[in-house]
């Protein structure tokens, strides 16, 4: 299998929580139990709790393992972690547990993370899943209600506090690491009611991370705004004391990716520009995030997306006004369409 015809394996992303992260895309297309006003992802094609073999698992460990033949070719270094997510919501996914057995059996020792919104983990067959990863990113934005609504914009079906239940439960079950994400959207869900609810919340949880995030790249709805630093340094320290562990590891993860970028072997324009094309269809990123996270030179990676733009495959973006996490001056590319 060819590079480019890889449509479920997509990165290596630079992750802020993960380090180098393989991601795999278990839906293959915006189908979600959510249509959150900050995605990254795009525009929401279904919305739904229906689960289904959206991508067999049969043909993306397929195409996991001819990336491995490739990786080994090259000489690249193993990836920090892989971590399914994608698209969508992967535990709509109902062949999960056979994907999760397959990454295990073709990368030995490399740590399978699962990025959730955790609308399904009120499932005792999800959480039975989800336990064969190593570690479970679910999110959770708000505890009350309006604000749930709004920012999640879930599926008609789904309950906040059910889906918090559902973590607790997944919590107390499993001996998979829990990373607990809330992501702050200005004016919506940074209320003192949501940090009194959450911060008792992770008490109880006691997560081994929390951690508290807001916009750093453009998001689905363009009101959708990041709070300032001193909101997000209240919020982080605030709902960190409920956690086992501080927020190292991920940093450290991240910093040893760049160190090892000489490591990798040379890719051609055409692997680099197949590579990035699949990365930005899930996530906007900028250059030299993707220079980082693929291993590949600055220049390789600057001249395939000049190629991309001209084609109009890719286009340009600004965060205008960007968070903590980013830069208004930095440039993001995404997939276009």
Request: hydrophobic residues 45%; glycine residues 8%; charged residues 25%.
């Amino acid at each position: 299998m060819e590079e480019g015809a890889f449509r479920y394996v997509f990165g290596p992303v630079l992750s802020g929580r993960l380090g180098r992260s393989l991601g795999l895309d278990l839906l293959g297309a915006r189908i979600c139990s959510m249509n959150c006003a900050y995605c990254e992802s795009g525009p929401l094609e279904r919305l739904t709790l229906a689960r289904a073999p959206y991508v067999p698992a049969e043909v993306l460990l397929n195409e996991l393992r001819a990336w491995e033949a490739g990786r080994k070719k090259r000489g690249e270094p193993l990836p920090d972690a892989v971590t399914l997510g994608g698209m969508g919501e992967p535990t709509l996914n109902s062949e999960l547990a056979q994907i999760i057995r397959g990454v295990r059996g073709i990368l030995p020792g490399v740590p399978v993370a699962v990025l959730t919104n955790a609308s399904l983990v009120t499932d005792a067959q999800v959480r039975a899943e989800l336990a064969l990863a190593d570690m479970v990113l679910p999110s959770l934005d708000s505890l009350v209600p309006q604000e749930f609504a709004r920012v999640n914009r879930g599926h008609p079906a789904l309950d906040c506090a059910a889906i918090a239940q559902g973590v607790l439960a997944f919590r107390r079950q499993s001996a998979a690491k829990v990373y607990l994400e809330v992501l702050l959207v200005a004016g919506v869900n940074d209320s003192e009611a949501n940090l009194e609810r959450l911060a008792a919340y992770c008490a109880e949880l006691a997560p081994h991370r929390v951690d508290v995030t807001t916009l750093s790249r453009p998001g689905t709805e363009a009101w959708a705004k990041p709070v300032d630093a001193a909101t997000l340094a209240r919020w982080r320290h605030r709902l960190g004391s409920g956690a086992q562990l501080q927020p190292k590891a991920a940093s450290a993860l991240a910093g040893r990716a760049e160190k090892r970028q000489e490591q990798c072997g040379d890719m051609s324009l055409d692997e680099v520009r197949a590579r990035i094309q699949a990365s930005l269809a899930r996530r906007p990123q900028t250059a030299a995030q993707l220079s980082k996270a693929l291993l590949a030179e600055p220049a390789l990676v600057l001249r395939a997306l000049a190629e991309l733009l001209g084609q109009s495959l890719v286009e340009e973006i600004r965060q205008d006004d960007a968070g903590p996490g980013g830069n208004a001056a930095d440039v993001y590319y995404q997939a276009r369409g």
